[in-house]
């Protein structure tokens, strides 16, 4: 069946990096689109930062642009959203997805991924 496992997350102070890691198994990686979503105490899941198939194409919600960069290492399996100059405002469950959705509205909302990962915290500290 398929799984994601993400990994990374923790606590870190404002101004600081992370980098999150997306295990992907049970599927054939190259077929799909792999997106982050994330998602604040009392609000709604959203998109973080997504990357297509083949990985030359990648998408990010104007919050994160400019500050988050995605990739995917098909040799790996494996996606990775490295995230820099980090804010307390970035504070949330990060969630690995994968699916297929066609568009960039497809790619950008959370109701387009058919499989998500539990989960990594990431805590910013003001």
């Known amino acids: 069946q398929v799984q994601l496992v993400e990994s990374g997350g923790g606590l870190v102070q404002a101004g600081g990096s992370l980098r999150l890691s997306c295990a992907a198994s049970g599927y054939i990686f190259s077929r799909n689109v792999m997106g982050w979503f994330r998602q604040a105490p009392g609000k709604e899941r959203e998109f973080a930062a997504a990357?297509?198939?083949?990985?030359?194409?990648?998408y990010y919600a104007d919050s994160v642009k400019g500050r988050f960069t995605i990739s995917r290492d098909s040799a790996k399996n494996t996606v990775y959203l490295q995230m820099n100059s980090l804010k307390p405002e970035d504070t949330a469950v990060y969630y690995c997805?994968?699916?297929?959705?066609?568009?960039?509205?497809?790619?950008?909302?959370?109701?387009?991924?058919?499989?998500w990962g539990q989960g990594t915290q990431v805590t910013v500290s003001s």
């Open positions: 990357i297509s198939r083949g990985g030359s194409n990648t």
């Open positions: 997805a994968t699916g297929r959705p066609l568009t960039t509205a497809q790619i950008m909302s959370v109701n387009k991924y058919d499989y």
